[in-house]
């Protein structure tokens, strides 16, 4: 059935290096590949997006990258800072099982960034 | 505009009892999607609400209900509750004009059940 799968659960960095968060994804049809931060006791915030017709969109210190072929998506953080610390999610949105707006989410990988 | 918000934020219930828990859509937007978060299980879909009809459905008990009114709002229902219900439950809005939209998601409301 669908699957995101999510790696790793946790990751800890200094303050100015990079992070980066895998997911794989089942459903050859998805098409749309969201990424969300949630800090503690709150709600999950969009940060970055991507569509299946972009190998790759970068908003800032923030990128994500697609492979179609290997159903693969990655996250990139730079420069990381100590308030990039939160869990990440990313998900996939499965045309195979009603798309629309559905979205299959990975566990989710705990950021932290020490000063 | 003002982003999208849930009632109750905080809920204690009892095995058995049922609770319905409400959602307000971001203005002009027409879809409401529902979550379930817990520790074990992450992000779960529950369903999405388009027009006041449910147009996708994930793996839940039937127990698990929602509805849509003219106005976009969202309620849902969880009845005969289990303590295995205790969870997040957030709310995500979105335009609903096409498939894989931008959701932004509400505050949640929390729900204990003893």
Redesign the interface.
Same mark, same amino acid.
Not at chain 2, 42 to 45: M, N, P, T, V
């Given at each position: 059935g669908e699957n995101v799968e999510q790696h790793p659960s946790t990751l800890s960095v200094q303050e100015g290096d990079s992070a980066v968060i895998k997911c794989t994804y089942s459903d050859s049809a998805s098409n749309y590949f969201p990424w969300y931060k949630q800090e503690l006791g709150k709600r999950p915030q969009l940060i970055i997006d991507i569509r299946s017709n972009v190998g790759e969109k970068k908003d800032q210190r923030i990128a994500v990258t697609l492979n179609k072929t290997a159903k693969h998506f990655s996250l990139h953080i730079t420069e990381t800072q100590p308030e990039d610390s939160a869990v990440y999610f990313c998900a996939a949105n499965p045309l195979f099982s009603g798309g629309y707006n559905k979205l299959i989410f990975g566990a989710g990988t705990r950021l932290a960034v020490h000063p | 505009k003002a982003g999208v918000t849930q009632t109750p934020r905080y809920l204690i219930k009892t095995r058995g009892q049922q609770v319905t828990l409400s959602c307000s859509p971001i203005s002009g937007h027409r879809?409401v999607?529902w979550?379930q978060q817990t520790p074990g299980q992450?992000?779960? *879909?529950l369903f &999405?609400y *388009?027009s006041e009809t449910q147009?996708?459905?994930?793996n839940f008990p039937g127990r698990f209900s929602g509805r849509q009114f003219s106005n976009s709002r969202s309620e849902m229902n969880v009845s005969t509750l289990e303590l295995g219900d205790s969870a997040l439950y957030?709310c995500?809005s979105?335009s609903?004009q096409g498939?894989? &939209?931008?959701?932004? *998601?509400?505050?949640?409301t929390r729900l204990l059940v003893l």
């Open positions: - | 879809s999607s979550y992450g992000l779960q *879909f &999405e *388009f147009r996708n459905k994930g957030l995500a979105s609903g498939t894989g &939209e931008t959701q932004y *998601f509400g505050p949640g």
